[in-house]
């Protein structure tokens, strides 16, 4: 099944640590605020980003799993 990044704005302050961790999904806006495209995770990925959610220091970052994109 698909799994999809999600960011919970409310609590996200821009740390920066899930783009550092997930490069080639995540980049940062001009404020430092996480950028997510929205489309599925590859395969191989999903591993790394579940370790940049666990890491988020506010847990604002999650994987949904089988949603269409925001």
Request: hydrophobic letters at 40%.
């Amino acid at each position: 099944m698909d799994q999809r990044i999600d960011i919970d704005w409310t609590s996200c302050q821009g740390h920066g640590l899930c783009a550092e961790l997930l490069p080639e999904h995540i980049t940062l806006d001009e404020w430092g605020y996480p950028l997510v495209a929205g489309t599925p995770l590859p395969a191989h990925t999903v591993k790394r980003a579940r370790r940049a959610a666990a890491d988020c220091p506010v847990l604002a970052l999650r994987l949904k799993v089988g949603e269409a994109p925001l």
